[in-house]
């Protein structure tokens, strides 16, 4: 079974977008623009959460890893990696919170879930650090706005799904 892939212009106004460092966008559509004599076509992509719209370049749309949604198959995967065990490294906290960054700029939907799952705190396991709440509420965020649109739900249902997910598979390894 071959996996078509899908040519770079058959992004379509009104489809689902992720943008790795932006989450989850809605396309408006297209248009044309001269910059510095160069013809363009631009996809333009609306992060509602963020209230921004950007304008990528068709021809560079795929190298700036603008990506459809994740398939439901992609996100069990992600889910998956939710209910693993959290991996926590010993090494400096600066250290570990540029690879959260890295992994949650990614775009990828499994390296998502790992920051997730790795910074998830119960009220009852201590106190999380600003910064770490701060990077978990990111990683939680991107990763919930996909799997709303995903699920056909809204974000906030999203977020409470996805932390007893997370909480369920807690207490079962405890």
Do not use: C
């Amino acid at each position: 079974m071959s996996k078509e892939k899908k040519p770079l212009n058959t992004f379509i106004a009104g489809d689902f977008v992720v943008y790795p460092s932006h989450g989850v966008g809605k396309i408006i559509g297209t248009e044309k623009r001269k910059i510095e004599n160069i013809d363009l076509e631009l996809l333009v992509v609306r992060f509602d959460h963020e209230r921004m719209t950007l304008r990528v370049p068709l021809s560079k749309a795929k190298e700036s890893g603008l990506r459809t949604l994740s398939s439901k198959v992609q996100m069990e995967e992600a889910i998956v990696t939710l209910k693993g065990k959290a991996k926590v490294k010993k090494t400096m906290w600066s250290r570990r919170a540029q690879e959260y960054e890295t992994k949650i700029n990614s775009g990828s939907l499994v390296s998502i879930a790992e920051v997730v799952r790795d910074l998830y705190r119960k009220e009852d396991q201590g106190e999380q650090s600003y910064s770490e709440r701060q990077m978990y509420q990111a990683a939680l965020e991107r990763l919930a706005s996909e799997f709303a649109v995903v699920d056909d739900i809204d974000k906030d249902s999203a977020i409470v799904k996805l932390e007893k997910i997370i909480d369920d598979n807690a207490d079962e390894a405890a």
